[in-house]
């Protein structure tokens, strides 16, 4: 069987090396030969680290055939190339990520080129405050970093945070010295035109067009709709993983866009690949996690210990250690991506009635 894969990032990565190891036929496409280690980038915009990019030859199974280039768009006989050229597929694997807000002005960090595009404004402007808008993760992992190179840094969030380790994160900011703004709504785009502060949106990911651009069913925010066995619902040549899907199902409704969901996603696609293979019939997806892990910077972390359904414990692991176990953590990522064949993940949690969006008729 030969399985396309379209983008080279935790998912897309992970189900290839997966495949490949599998004794599949594996293309991989993706518009670079780096992999972006996305989860350093707060880094990179604060100039704490000089990159975020390993090579993907340094990543990818040998046995993969790797193409630079950038699909966009799927139809039922292959997958239209920016090249032009036009590849046919048994099965495509949709792995093509997220990225930073389309169209607004402020900066992100989503992306390589945001994160260095407000590197480059950083430099530009010594003495400018920095205003992040947005208190996920993200956001949180960037102001901790941004105030640790010395930078102003001020965080506004619309929400009063209610979960205990939003709560602590945010305290362990102001003990940075981030002027943190809670319940407070900005104008990104007003404070953007104020000029006085370089701003930048941490309001969440965005989901590639291409999905919808290939007729594909989407949800509100544009991303392929797949079952629980990952596969596009009446597409069944077609699966997805990471963050540009919207898994839907019992299993389903505590998901978060993370490389700790992209990674299981990708290896269990390539799972149910591999069991249509041998007439077996595939499991449905399921994740428990076990930790949510933030970098407060200067060494420090917090890692939050949840149950499978992504709710809190009472345990957390916080300031040096806690550093010390979330670099550890993503220094693995590299390790299981490159071991796919072996990386395995906890699938313990519960399944709940989810209230399902409606696929866009397209
Ligand atoms: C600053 C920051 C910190 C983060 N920290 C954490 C963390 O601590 N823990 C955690 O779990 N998650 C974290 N995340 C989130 C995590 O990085 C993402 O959830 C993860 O990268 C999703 O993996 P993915 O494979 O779906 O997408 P990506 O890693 O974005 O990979 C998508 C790939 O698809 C390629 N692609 C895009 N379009 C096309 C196309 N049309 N054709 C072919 N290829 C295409 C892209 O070039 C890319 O290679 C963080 C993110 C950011 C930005």
Redesign the pocket.
Known sequence: MSTMV?????????AANRLASNGETVTL????PW????????AV?AGLRGDARVPLAALVDARVAVMD????RIADDGVL??SGERLDFETLVY??????PGDGRAHH???LDG?RRLRAALVERPDAAVTVVGAG??GI??AAALRVAGRTVRLVTATVPDGRATRTHLLELERLGVRVETGRTVDVDGLVDDGRDIVVAATG?TA?S?AADSDLPTDAHGRLVVDEHLTVPGAPRILG?????HVLGRYAAHLR???????P??AHAADVVRARRDGVRPAPFTLGYVA????LGGGRGHVQLVRGDDSERRVAVTGRAGGLV?EG??RMTLRWLAAAQRYSWSGRVRPVRAVEPVPSAQ
């Open positions: 379209l983008g080279g990032g935790y998912a897309g990565v992970m496409v993706t518009p670079s992999f972006v280690e996305r989860i350093r980038l707060h915009a280039d950038r699909a966009v190339l920016a792995a093509v990520g997220s990225g930073g960090v989503a992306t994160a993760l993200t992992e960037l990911f590639s291409l993983a990471g963050d540009g899907v866009p993370a490389c700790a969901t992209a990674m996603l990708g949510r892990c933030v970098d979330k953590i993503c």
